[in-house]
Each structure stands twice: as structure tokens, then as C-alpha cells.
């Protein structure tokens, strides 16, 4: 148990659909991550917010929209995606800006399948 | 461009055997962490080395960092079946954000009983 918990932990949608991830840290941490993770592929940084301030968007096509209403809750808003777009969705949080060096702590993931 | 770069891609090995698996990688950096992921399942920290360490060691577990060569390495000691994992290595740009992290494609270690 990191400290970090995702909700659904699987998900099977269509493609005309509209659903959300969502993900909240109980750790008192100031940042939040989305990552993307395919198969034989390095993890894909998404999206980063501090201090629930967007500082990060990786060229991340429009069908992702990104929420954080505070610094504990993180969602991932999804609409219209492709199949191209199922994989393990992974999000993590670390107590930025408390120095140079950055340990982030992931939640167990969500499996989106993309019909 | 591809930061951390890990080899080999996959290493299986007997229980009680060492298991070393290399991460190299592009730009300088401030710290390179290693991180493992059981399947299906969310990262987990293992090391953080800073730039200016060389050797770190937690448990079973010993990391180097050679910032001429710009490598690490991760080293487990009498490997167990409840090693088996991905192991990824992560780097953060020293001349970027302090709070943004670049994975490799990672190791998949398989401990056999």
C-alpha cells in the first residue's frame, strides 16, 4: 500500500463513451502525476500538476482531460478514445519542491481497454 | 529522446543467484532512482542515488552510478521467487524540472524456485 489509490482498477469502454479516473494520495504531497503505460513501451509521463497547477502536458491529444480540484484528488477524463489508446494508466504523487530530488509514489493502476 | 535505457531487456535466473541488470542513460542529471513494478501492478521504489554518490546499498539490494559513462547498475543479492518483477531505472534532467521523471523500458527479472 503506497498511499496512493486509483479507482475503477479496470475499465472497458466504447469508443463513443465518457468516463473518468480518478486518483487520490493520502500522503500530504504536493504533486500529481498521470502516466501511460503500453506494452514494450518506456512509462509516458502525461500530465503533471503542483500545487494543483497543470505544469506538464506532454503534446497529450485532447480526448484526455486532466482535473485536480485539490492537492489530494487527481482525475483523468476520457472521451472519444481510440483503441490505440488501452493500457495500464498509472498515477503517482512526490513532495515536490522539497529539494533536488523527486521519489514518486504510484497507485496500483488503472487497465483501460478501449473497444 | 529515450532517457534511461535498461539491459538487458529480460534476465532469468535460479533463486539464490545475484541478479544485475544496467541502466544508461543521455543527459546529466541530478539523481537516478530505480523503481519495480510486479505485473500489472504500480511502480514501486526501491534506491535513489544522487549524482554526486557513487554506491548505495539498501538490504539485498546495491546501486552504482558511474556519471562519466553516464550508467548505473542494480544489483540483487540471493535472489528470491518474490523478486520476479520489472525493474526500471528513472532519471531527472538536472537541467529541467526538479519533479519530472524519465523511465527506460525496464528489465523483466524471473527468479526461478
Known sequence: ETGVTQTPRHLVMGMTNKKSLKCEQHLGHNAMYWYKQSAKKPLELMFVYNFKEQTENNSVPSRFSPECPNSSHLFLHLHTLQPEDSALYLCASSPAGTGNYNEQFFGPGTRLTVL | ?113
Not at chain 2, 18 to 24: F, G, P, W
Open chain 2, 1 to 113: 529522446s529515450q532517457q534511461g535505457e535498461e539491459d538487458p531487456q529480460a534476465l532469468s535466473i535460479q533463486e539464490g543467484e545475484n541478479a544485475t541488470m544496467n541502466c544508461s542513460y543521455k543527459t546529466s542529471i541530478n539523481n537516478l532512482q530505480w523503481y519495480r513494478q510486479n505485473s500489472g501492478r504500480g511502480l514501486v521504489h526501491l534506491i535513489l542515488i544522487r549524482s554526486n554518490e557513487r554506491e548505495k546499498h539498501s538490504g539485498r539490494l546495491r546501486v552504482t552510478l558511474d556519471t562519466s559513462k553516464k550508467s548505473s547498475s542494480l544489483l540483487i543479492t540471493a535472489s528470491r521467487a518474490a523478486d520476479t518483477a520489472s525493474y526500471f531505472c528513472a532519471t531527472d534532467d538536472s537541467g529541467g524540472s526538479n519533479y519530472k521523471l524519465t523511465f527506460g523500458k525496464g528489465t523483466l527479472l524471473t527468479v526461478n524456485p
